[in-house]
Protein backbone atom coordinates (compact mmCIF):
# COMPACT_ATOMS: atom_id res chain seq x y z
CA UNK A 1 0.00 0.00 0.00
CA UNK A 2 1.00 3.23 -0.75
CA UNK A 3 1.44 5.71 1.95
CA UNK A 4 0.14 8.93 1.47
CA UNK A 5 0.07 12.35 3.82
CA UNK A 6 -2.47 13.94 5.70
CA UNK A 7 -3.05 17.48 5.45
CA UNK A 8 -4.66 19.80 7.18
CA UNK A 9 -6.42 23.22 6.06
CA UNK A 10 -3.54 24.87 7.39
CA UNK A 11 -1.26 22.64 5.10
CA UNK A 12 0.21 20.99 8.04
CA UNK A 13 0.92 17.14 8.06
CA UNK A 14 -1.73 15.56 10.90
CA UNK A 15 -1.20 11.73 9.78
CA UNK A 16 -0.14 9.14 7.18
CA UNK A 17 -2.95 7.08 5.70
CA UNK A 18 -2.62 4.43 3.08
CA UNK A 19 -3.91 3.91 -0.03
CA UNK A 20 -5.30 0.30 -1.21
CA UNK A 21 -2.86 -1.38 -4.00
CA UNK A 22 -6.01 -2.94 -5.96
CA UNK A 23 -7.51 0.70 -6.26
CA UNK A 24 -4.53 2.91 -6.52
CA UNK A 25 -1.40 0.71 -8.02
CA UNK A 26 -3.01 -0.43 -11.48
CA UNK A 27 -1.57 -1.15 -14.65
CA UNK A 28 -2.36 1.73 -16.71
CA UNK A 29 -3.33 0.63 -20.31
CA UNK A 30 -4.14 4.08 -22.24
CA UNK A 31 -6.42 1.89 -24.78
CA UNK A 32 -9.08 1.17 -21.64
CA UNK A 33 -9.05 5.07 -20.68
CA UNK A 34 -9.27 6.17 -24.05
CA UNK A 35 -12.66 3.85 -24.23
CA UNK A 36 -14.19 5.26 -21.34
CA UNK A 37 -13.35 8.81 -22.36
CA UNK A 38 -14.73 8.71 -25.51
CA UNK A 39 -17.71 6.94 -24.29
CA UNK A 40 -18.24 9.53 -21.40
CA UNK A 41 -17.67 12.27 -23.88
CA UNK A 42 -20.35 11.82 -27.00
CA UNK A 43 -22.93 10.50 -24.36
CA UNK A 44 -23.00 14.38 -23.63
CA UNK A 45 -23.98 15.32 -27.45
CA UNK A 46 -27.77 15.94 -27.34
CA UNK A 47 -28.30 13.96 -31.59
CA UNK A 48 -31.62 16.00 -31.76
CA UNK A 49 -30.66 17.68 -35.09
CA UNK A 50 -33.89 17.06 -37.31
CA UNK A 51 -35.89 17.70 -40.62
CA UNK A 52 -38.31 16.30 -42.43
CA UNK A 53 -38.12 14.52 -44.79
CA UNK A 54 -40.79 14.39 -47.87
CA UNK A 55 -42.94 11.58 -46.11
CA UNK A 56 -43.27 14.29 -42.96
CA UNK A 57 -44.09 17.40 -45.06
CA UNK A 58 -47.68 18.49 -44.95
CA UNK A 59 -49.56 19.20 -48.51
CA UNK A 60 -51.39 17.69 -50.94
CA UNK A 61 -50.22 14.49 -52.83
CA UNK A 62 -51.81 15.95 -55.99
CA UNK A 63 -49.56 15.79 -59.38
CA UNK A 64 -49.37 19.50 -59.86
CA UNK A 65 -49.44 18.75 -63.73
CA UNK A 66 -50.04 16.29 -66.38
CA UNK A 67 -46.93 14.22 -67.61
CA UNK A 68 -46.80 15.29 -70.84
CA UNK A 69 -46.92 17.68 -73.35
CA UNK A 70 -46.16 20.60 -70.91
CA UNK A 71 -42.44 20.87 -71.25
CA UNK A 72 -41.66 20.75 -67.74
CA UNK A 73 -40.00 17.74 -65.55
CA UNK A 74 -42.56 15.77 -64.49
CA UNK A 75 -43.50 16.39 -61.07
CA UNK A 76 -45.74 14.02 -58.76
CA UNK A 77 -46.21 15.79 -55.45
CA UNK A 78 -45.23 19.36 -53.79
CA UNK A 79 -43.16 17.72 -50.95
CA UNK A 80 -40.78 16.75 -53.45
CA UNK A 81 -37.24 18.07 -51.90
CA UNK A 82 -36.61 19.53 -55.12
CA UNK A 83 -39.59 22.35 -54.55
CA UNK A 84 -39.55 25.19 -51.76
CA UNK A 85 -41.02 23.56 -48.73
CA UNK A 86 -40.63 20.22 -49.67
CA UNK A 87 -38.92 17.81 -47.93
CA UNK A 88 -34.99 17.28 -47.05
CA UNK A 89 -32.86 14.69 -48.65
CA UNK A 90 -30.43 12.80 -46.38
CA UNK A 91 -30.89 15.07 -43.75
CA UNK A 92 -30.03 15.15 -39.97
CA UNK A 93 -32.27 12.36 -37.03
CA UNK A 94 -32.66 12.16 -33.82
CA UNK A 95 -29.95 9.28 -32.94
CA UNK A 96 -27.93 8.77 -29.75
CA UNK A 97 -24.45 8.79 -30.39
CA UNK A 98 -23.75 6.35 -27.15
CA UNK A 99 -21.52 3.91 -26.64
CA UNK A 100 -21.55 1.53 -24.36
CA UNK A 101 -18.70 0.06 -22.04
CA UNK A 102 -19.29 -2.51 -19.85
CA UNK A 103 -19.32 -2.36 -16.10
CA UNK A 104 -16.03 -3.71 -15.23
CA UNK A 105 -14.38 -2.02 -18.06
CA UNK A 106 -15.49 1.26 -16.39
CA UNK A 107 -14.57 0.07 -13.03
CA UNK A 108 -10.76 -0.60 -14.37
CA UNK A 109 -10.61 2.91 -16.35
CA UNK A 110 -11.54 4.53 -12.86
CA UNK A 111 -8.37 2.86 -11.15
CA UNK A 112 -6.28 3.35 -13.61
CA UNK A 113 -7.05 7.38 -13.67
CA UNK A 114 -6.38 6.97 -9.61
CA UNK A 115 -3.15 4.98 -10.28
CA UNK A 116 -2.15 7.49 -12.45
CA UNK A 117 -2.28 10.12 -10.08
CA UNK A 118 -0.33 8.18 -7.60
CA UNK A 119 2.19 7.34 -9.86
CA UNK A 120 2.55 11.20 -10.89
CA UNK A 121 2.36 12.03 -7.17
CA UNK A 122 -0.66 14.53 -8.09
CA UNK A 123 -2.94 12.95 -5.16
CA UNK A 124 -3.20 14.79 -1.94
CA UNK A 125 -5.17 13.93 0.84
CA UNK A 126 -6.77 16.67 3.56
CA UNK A 127 -8.51 15.87 6.68
CA UNK A 128 -11.58 17.76 6.06
CA UNK A 129 -12.47 21.50 5.21
CA UNK A 130 -13.47 23.58 7.83
CA UNK A 131 -15.53 26.49 6.17
CA UNK A 132 -17.90 28.10 8.08
CA UNK A 133 -19.75 30.02 5.74
CA UNK A 134 -19.76 30.39 2.19
CA UNK A 135 -16.73 32.38 1.34
CA UNK A 136 -14.41 32.02 -1.53
CA UNK A 137 -11.96 33.96 0.14
CA UNK A 138 -11.37 31.55 3.38
CA UNK A 139 -11.94 28.60 0.21
CA UNK A 140 -8.88 30.13 -1.61
CA UNK A 141 -6.75 30.64 1.17
CA UNK A 142 -6.73 27.05 2.30
CA UNK A 143 -5.61 26.30 -1.68
CA UNK A 144 -2.36 28.82 -0.96
CA UNK A 145 -1.52 27.11 2.12
CA UNK A 146 -1.78 23.97 0.29
CA UNK A 147 0.14 25.26 -2.71
CA UNK A 148 -2.55 23.32 -5.18
CA UNK A 149 -4.31 24.84 -8.17
CA UNK A 150 -5.50 22.88 -11.16
CA UNK A 151 -7.75 21.08 -8.75
CA UNK A 152 -9.95 18.40 -8.59
CA UNK A 153 -11.51 18.00 -5.47
CA UNK A 154 -13.87 14.33 -4.07
CA UNK A 155 -16.13 15.03 -0.82
CA UNK A 156 -17.89 11.95 0.80
CA UNK A 157 -20.61 14.11 1.86
CA UNK A 158 -23.27 17.48 0.79
CA UNK A 159 -20.71 20.28 1.79
CA UNK A 160 -22.66 23.28 0.62
CA UNK A 161 -20.14 25.41 1.98
CA UNK A 162 -17.50 23.30 0.02
CA UNK A 163 -19.72 23.51 -3.27
CA UNK A 164 -20.66 27.28 -3.12
CA UNK A 165 -17.24 28.65 -1.89
CA UNK A 166 -15.50 27.04 -4.51
CA UNK A 167 -17.84 27.57 -7.73
CA UNK A 168 -15.97 31.12 -8.64
CA UNK A 169 -12.83 29.65 -9.28
CA UNK A 170 -12.40 28.51 -12.64
CA UNK A 171 -9.61 25.72 -12.05
CA UNK A 172 -11.45 23.90 -9.58
CA UNK A 173 -13.92 21.66 -9.14
CA UNK A 174 -16.17 19.66 -6.22
CA UNK A 175 -17.95 16.69 -6.79
CA UNK A 176 -19.10 13.71 -4.39
CA UNK A 177 -17.46 10.04 -4.34
CA UNK A 178 -20.81 8.77 -6.55
CA UNK A 179 -19.71 11.14 -9.33
CA UNK A 180 -15.98 10.37 -9.85
CA UNK A 181 -15.13 10.05 -13.02
CA UNK A 182 -12.54 9.03 -15.36
CA UNK A 183 -12.52 12.06 -17.42
CA UNK A 184 -12.93 15.00 -14.65
CA UNK A 185 -9.79 12.87 -12.73
CA UNK A 186 -7.47 13.29 -16.01
CA UNK A 187 -8.56 16.56 -16.77
CA UNK A 188 -7.35 18.46 -13.66
CA UNK A 189 -3.74 18.15 -13.08
CA UNK A 190 -4.10 17.59 -9.12
CA UNK A 191 -6.30 15.47 -7.19
CA UNK A 192 -7.50 16.20 -3.60
CA UNK A 193 -9.81 13.24 -1.68
CA UNK A 194 -10.81 14.27 1.78
CA UNK A 195 -9.65 11.16 4.03
CA UNK A 196 -13.08 9.80 4.76
CA UNK A 197 -13.81 9.39 0.67
CA UNK A 198 -11.05 6.52 0.78
CA UNK A 199 -12.74 4.14 2.12
CA UNK A 200 -16.00 4.87 0.02
CA UNK A 201 -14.13 4.49 -3.06
CA UNK A 202 -12.61 1.53 -1.89
CA UNK A 203 -16.00 0.30 -1.24
CA UNK A 204 -17.27 1.18 -4.99
CA UNK A 205 -14.16 -0.47 -6.96
CA UNK A 206 -13.21 -3.24 -4.73
Do not use: W
Not at 45 to 58: L, Q
Not at 69 to 75: D, E, K, L, M, S
Not at 89 to 106: E, L, M, T
Not at 111 to 136: G, P, R
Amino acid sequence: MAAVDVLNSAGKKVSETQLPDEIFNTPIKISVLHQVVRSQLVAKREGTAACKTRAMVKGSTKKLFRQKGTGNARAGSVKSPLRKGGGVIFGPSQRSYAIKVPKKVRKLALKMALSSKVEDNTIYVIDEFNLEAIKTKEFVSVLKALELSDLLIVSDAEDTNLLLSSRNIADVKVIKTEGLNVVDILKFKNLLLIESTIKNIEGRLS
